[in-house]
């Protein structure tokens, strides 16, 4: 039973800057790598970062020295800070975590709703 809930999209322009935030709740024992996606129209999703649990980052060619993720472990919160935008980043983007449910089980990866980044001017 566990939700996962992305914040802070929007309208802005061309160079502007967002910052998308998702926070999971529920049942969590423990989560371990988490990303983000996104799905502009008529393309398929795409990872565009990913965090581990120490911290280690990786990013897509696209939008790397732009975006930045983070994670705060004590809030089950993973942000991405999204600069310098450009219209082709325009997309629906999805909060994604491998969760814990209990020790000893595995990890079951979990979305969230998705919300809409539009960058146009």
């Known amino acids: 039973q566990v939700q996962l809930v992305e914040s802070g999209g929007g309208l802005v322009q061309p160079g502007g800057s967002l910052r998308l935030s998702c926070a999971a709740s529920?049942?969590?024992?423990?989560?371990?790598?988490m990303r983000w996606y996104r799905q502009a129209p008529g393309k398929q999703r795409e990872v565009v970062a990913v965090?581990?649990?120490?911290?280690?980052?990786n990013y897509a060619e696209s939008v790397k020295g732009r975006f930045t993720i983070s994670r705060d472990n004590a809030k089950n919160t993973v942000s991405l800070q999204m600069n310098s935008l450009k219209p082709e980043d325009t997309a629906v983007y999805y909060c994604?975590?491998?969760?814990?449910?209990?020790?000893?089980?595995?990890?079951?990866?979990?979305w969230g709703q998705g919300i809409q980044v539009t960058v146009s001017s």
């Open positions: 529920g049942s969590i024992f423990s989560i371990d790598v």
């Open positions: 965090i581990s649990f120490d911290g280690s980052t």
């Open positions: 994604n975590a491998d969760i814990l449910f209990s020790y000893g089980r595995g990890f079951i990866g979990s």
